[in-house]
């Protein structure tokens, strides 16, 4: 079926544009939802006014999608899990409790698409989840999944911690072997010196033989 885009359909078109989509999806989804119309005679003369009011719409979004972003960047949210012992969770983490957790916290509510994760989360830990709102608009939280009966802050408190000692142990950490290599090649070449040295001494300082009359 041919529409005319009454508003913009993410990843379809924008609002003012005509295309040709499917009977079903033009039937059970964008005209009952008023976001595009048959391509009769009256709608197509009314494409301009379409693509100006969805641009308008759409300058409006981004900037209300900006002050989401600002409101959520850096928000800390933390879900409870069953796990085994070996920190694997019973069931998983979804974009849809993350968004719904979060929700919780702030008061703002996402869509679940809108959450960045490419699979579930299977384990306990602590992740920075990124959010795609709008095209060129993101944020990121950091979520932190723990096991039912544990305390969620001293989880993440020896994260860091351990975090921290590996960054430590990198910075600070020599080979050994480069350093005892360089050590033994000094050493060779401090021996070989000195032994020269004497070689040189010895023949300077023994008295040469004189034959006797």
């Not at 679940?112 to 990124?130: K, M, N, S």
């Not at 350093?179 to 032994?195: A, K, P």
């Given at each position: 079926?041919?529409?005319?885009?009454?508003?913009?359909?993410?990843?379809?078109?924008?609002?003012?544009?005509?295309?040709?989509?499917?009977?079903?999806?033009?039937?059970?989804?964008?005209?009952?939802?008023?976001?595009?119309?048959?391509?009769?005679?009256?709608?197509?003369?009314?494409?301009?006014?379409?693509?100006?009011?969805?641009?308008?719409?759409?300058?409006?979004?981004?900037?209300?999608?900006?002050?989401?972003?600002?409101?959520?960047?850096?928000?800390?949210?933390?879900?409870?899990?069953?796990?085994?012992?070996?920190?694997?969770?019973?069931?998983?983490?979804?974009?849809?409790?993350?968004?719904?957790?979060?929700?919780?916290?702030?008061?703002?509510?996402?869509?679940?698409?809108?959450?960045?994760?490419?699979?579930?989360?299977?384990?306990?830990?602590?992740?920075?989840?990124?959010?795609?709102?709008?095209?060129?608009?993101?944020?990121?939280?950091?979520?932190?999944?723990?096991?039912?009966?544990?305390?969620?802050?001293?989880?993440?408190?020896?994260?860091?911690e351990n975090q921290e000692q590996t960054r430590i142990s990198e910075d600070t950490?020599?080979?050994?072997?480069?350093?005892?290599?360089?050590?033994?090649?000094?050493?060779?070449?401090?021996?070989?010196?000195?032994?020269?040295?004497?070689?040189?001494?010895?023949?300077?300082?023994?008295?040469?033989?004189?034959?006797?009359?």
């Amino acid at each position: 079926m041919r529409v005319v885009f009454i508003e913009d359909v993410e990843g379809v078109a924008l609002g003012g544009e005509v295309k040709e989509v499917k009977n079903g999806f033009a039937r059970n989804y964008l005209i009952p939802k008023n976001l595009a119309a048959p391509a009769t005679h009256n709608n197509l003369q009314r494409m301009h006014k379409f693509s100006k009011d969805a641009a308008v719409s759409r300058a409006q979004r981004l900037d209300d999608m900006k002050e989401i972003a600002n409101t959520l960047e850096g928000t800390e949210v933390t879900i409870e899990m069953r796990a085994g012992a070996n920190n694997r969770l019973y069931g998983s983490v979804t974009g849809t409790m993350v968004a719904d957790v979060l929700a919780e916290k702030t008061g703002v509510s996402i869509e679940r698409r809108l959450v960045q994760l490419d699979d579930p989360i299977r384990e306990v830990g602590t992740y920075e989840i990124p959010l795609r709102l709008y095209a060129e608009v993101s944020a990121s939280i950091k979520l932190t999944v723990y096991a039912t009966g544990t305390d969620p802050f001293e989880m993440v408190a020896e994260e860091d911690e351990n975090q921290e000692q590996t960054r430590i142990s990198e910075d600070t950490d020599t080979p050994e072997d480069v350093i005892e290599n360089d050590e033994i090649v000094d050493s060779g070449e401090l021996i070989s010196q000195s032994t020269d040295s004497e070689q040189g001494k010895t023949v300077e300082d023994d008295p040469e033989e004189t034959p006797q009359e």
